[in-house]
């Protein structure tokens, strides 16, 4: 155990600086996150009208004496980091040193510590951020803080505050994340003076993952590859949700928020996940801390792999096989996703489905030349949505035989002869034979008009008979309280019916064909993606993946007047505008190269 110490000036100020402290979750995490550092066995959360009145987190770590504890609550004082080099390969959560005095700032604070080896511990008290009261107290060795009156002191932050039940579940999500972390350190809840969480000590992440998802049918997979070591307990497609915000990734330890990881887990299950359909589960990352940067942002809910890439192939890599084999011997289904390829050994656990996948080839190269043989490549029609469609990956395909539309419109001349399998427009032009696939090109159609429309503060709402009602997690609810403004822009007018549950009133007219609910959940799990932050990136993504719902599907019949009225709005549609990426909707055949094939010409 270090000694607490203030850090010199220069490299504090290397520090990422921001808000530590915005909601009583807040509070709760970084208080937890001292009990880990601390080497706690068991950390016992208490709080009380949502945190705000009040919040209590106690472990039995190794505590602090009373000069480490007078210094504890001073900014930029902290036993976890040094110098520089620790710096680049932290391995404890907290390394700033600026949580305790962020917290005692903004709320009537005390803390109470005691060493191990001590007869006696003692207590620091501030009220926002006064001068401090020590005093010696009876208490069993470690460490408890208790606060009161959060942001008593800043009615500005205060204001931001969500319905207490709200922030109370952002507190039961924080503190289960702890415990998904650590299985070996028992955590409890206690909201209001009822037990509400009682994490006991588990053997393995897998027991802790299937005592907190309860009733998920998860699937472990487990494998490595290089530097990089890879556990995930996933849901089966089948179970997977409509929201995306069921799937918990930890980089060592620390839960984060990564689209592109999240896309990467998404991703390798391949075509058994249905559209709009996400995974729920838990993903484990681990490799070494000097390939991870975790300074990066003020609440340390995002990180910076060294090679993001190298990570994401991995991650996809390891999952898709292990899913693969579950999923299509289940399911009967086809390879879904070409990482299969690579055939990997399986290892059958003993507990329920289980795949570990070994591939000790080395992705981290070091030198910035990575490996992105079988990295997956987003190539979906509409901004690739979060893997929500299915998309094939392009390495899939072979050489394209004939020319898409990319950077042009479709022709004027264009008229449709007829459907094909269910899934294809067959249409001709003065000049060629052209086949739209019809899901992709109804689907594009329906988001170009959703999105012109929404630029324009313009999209026209249908108001459902009767509304639905859907059962969401606390943090949905928070999530539509945030966004609100959005949600309604882009159509939808969803309110918060109860603690855990919404009720859409009205859904976009272009989309009245999509189910609500399904339209719901998947707005606000591409929001729960943006982090509650800047929506601006995940607007075309939730309209993108509302129009999918919306839209033809592959399968349905397709008649003469649907099919023209397609290719009307068709021509409408620039494409070399907003989409770089585009899946092609369609595939041109010239005649002048029919004629060649059959040896006219
Ligand atoms: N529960 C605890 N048990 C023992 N020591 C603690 C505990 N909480 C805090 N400390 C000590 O107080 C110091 C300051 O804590 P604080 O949370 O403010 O900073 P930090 O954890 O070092 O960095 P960060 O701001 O990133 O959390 C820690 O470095 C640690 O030495
Ligand atoms: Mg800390």
Known sequence: MRRVQVLPDDLANQIAAGEVVERPASVVKELCENAIDAEATRVDVAIEGGGVAACSVADDGHGMSEDDLRLSITRHATSKIASLEDLLAIGTFGFRGEALPSIASVSRFRIASRLRAADAGASVSIDGGGAPSIEPVGMPPGTRVEIRDLFYNVPARRKFLRALATESAHVTEVVDGIALSRPDVTVTLERDGRRVREHLRAASREERVRSILVGWELVRCAGKMGPL????????????????????????????????????????????????????????????????????????????????????????????????????????????????????????????????????????????????????????????????????????????????????????????????????????????IIVLDQHAAAERVTFDRLRTAFHAKAVAMQTLLVPEIVDVRAADIAAVEAAGDVVQAMGMDIRVAGPTRLAIHAVPQLLVRADPRALATSLLGELARSGGRDYSGAIDLSLATMACHGSIRAGERVGPEQARELLERLKEIEFAGHCPHGRPILMRLPFRDLDHRVGRR
Not at 285 to 311: C, T
Not at 379 to 405: F, H, K, Q, V
Not at 419 to 426: E, K, S, W
């Open 229 to 432: 070591e890879v556990e995930a307990h996933l849901s089966r497609p089948e179970k997977a949700r409509m929201g995306a915000t069921g799937l918990w990734v930890f980089v060592n330890g620390r839960p984060v928020r990564d689209r592109a990881l999240s896309r990467s887990v998404d991703h390798a299950y391949g075509s058994v996940l249905e559209p709009g359909r996400y995974p729920v589960g838990v993903v484990y990352l681990d490799l070494p801390n000097d390939l991870v940067d975790v300074n990066v942002h003020p609440q340390k809910s995002e990180v910076r792999f060294a090679e993001p890439r190298a990570v994401q192939d991995a991650v996809h890599r390891v999952l898709s096989s292990a899913l693969g084999s579950v999923f299509t011997s289940q399911l009967g289904l086809g390879a879904p996703s070409p990482a299969r390829a690579a055939s990997l050994p399986f290892d059958t656990g003993s507990r329920g489905p289980s795949h570990v996948a070994e591939q000790p080839e080395a992705v981290f190269t070091g030198s910035g030349e990575l490996d992105f043989s079988g990295a997956m490549q987003l190539t979906s029609g509409i901004p690739s949505t979060a893997g929500a469609i299915p998309y094939p990956l392009r390495e899939d395909r072979g050489a394209p035989m004939l020319s898409t539309t990319d950077g042009q419109t479709v022709p004027t001349s264009i008229r449709f002869i007829a459907q094909v399998r269910g899934m294809y427009l067959l249409c001709e032009t003065d000049d060629a």
